[in-house]
């Protein structure tokens, strides 16, 4: 998909300003409580997503997540199909307080990708 300069600006910011984390850092970090964020809407969700995945669409993060996960300290991984929606989301959740709000870097597709191969 071919982004608008100017979304791939923001996008770009918010990957500056938060920490992405490798596919292959995923299932270690779940397992140790950490939540996947699928912020993509519920139709992607529905056609494949990370197991236990909780899905809040992007357009609604910031007024439902308080109700989803109200501790502060959660390490939460965002995630979109690739980077751009999964960092904002992430940089949005650190606004609000989520200070160990991350994204997946590569997003699903690299998530899968590393499942499927074991690529890094």
Do not use: W
């Not at 995630?79 to 709000?101: H, K, Q």
């Amino acid at each position: 998909m071919a982004y608008t300069k100017k979304f791939q600006t923001l996008a770009d910011d918010a990957c500056s300003r938060v920490e992405g984390v490798l596919p292959e850092q995923v299932d270690a970090l779940i397992a140790l409580g950490a939540i996947a964020l699928d912020i993509r809407d519920k139709e992607e969700h529905d056609a494949g997503h990370i197991v236990g995945s909780l899905n809040i669409s992007r357009g609604k993060l910031e007024m439902i997540i308080e109700a989803k996960v109200d501790n502060l300290d959660t390490v939460i991984l965002c995630y979109c199909n690739a980077v751009n929606r999964g960092a904002l989301s992430a940089n949005a959740l650190r606004n609000m307080g989520y200070d160990n709000a991350k994204y997946i870097n590569g997003g699903l597709l690299g998530y899968r990708r590393f499942q499927k191969e074991g690529i890094k």
